[in-house]
């Protein structure tokens, strides 16, 4: 992801690609990065921040990404991911409530149940935009994300997100 400042300060984020590295030491992951800001035209003396998850390689721990880009650009400040800090909390808690992890199960087995059938798929988007045309439908459950896990259990039961018609009408939650 990439994220500028429009000279009206408008930010915008970007998703500039998936990148095979040769390792995940920091050294060719730094390689990596300023091989795709050249491609994008972009100097690295821009750069005013960055911002990975807690990997020590990402990290100023060790010479990580982070530490390696701060001794080129100084400017450019480690924030560390707390998204995604909160990402996996809220993952580990849910794991521990009864009612939460069988409501993620039972998503998972429905939209399993759908989605990875191409004929199932057919025939649930065929009834879908007969019955809710408005309604994007059934969302992949997503193990890692919990926004992601989000929608796809409104998607299920209809709620502000995945249209005014349930999906499925059962309950989730008893």
């Known amino acids: 992801m990439l994220r500028w400042v ?68 100084p400017k450019a400040c480690y924030i560390h991911c707390y998204s995604h800090s909160l990402n996996l909390a809220v993952s580990d808690t849910i794991k521990n409530s009864t009612t939460m992890k069988r409501a993620l199960d039972i ?13 199932r798929d057919n025939l649930f988007n065929k009834l879908k935009n007969e019955m809710s045309p408005g309604n994007p439908g059934i969302r992949v459950l997503c193990p890692t994300r919990w926004t992601v896990r989000a ?21 989730l939650f008893s």
């Open 107 to 119: 998503t998972n087995e429905i939209t399993k149940l759908v989605k990875f059938s191409p004929r």
């Open 6 to 73: 429009d000279d009206n300060l408008h930010v915008h984020e970007e998703f500039i690609g998936l990148y095979e590295v040769a390792s995940f030491e920091a050294t060719s992951l730094v390689a990596a990065i300023k091989d795709c800001l050249l491609r994008l035209n972009i100097s690295m003396m821009k750069n005013r921040g960055q911002c990975y998850g807690g990997a020590s390689n990402m990290s100023l721990l060790r010479p990580g990404v982070s530490s390696v880009i701060i001794q080129e650009q």
């Open 151 to 171: 929608e796809s259990i409104d998607s299920i039961r209809g709620g502000s997100r995945g249209g005014s018609t349930s999906v499925v009408r059962a309950p």
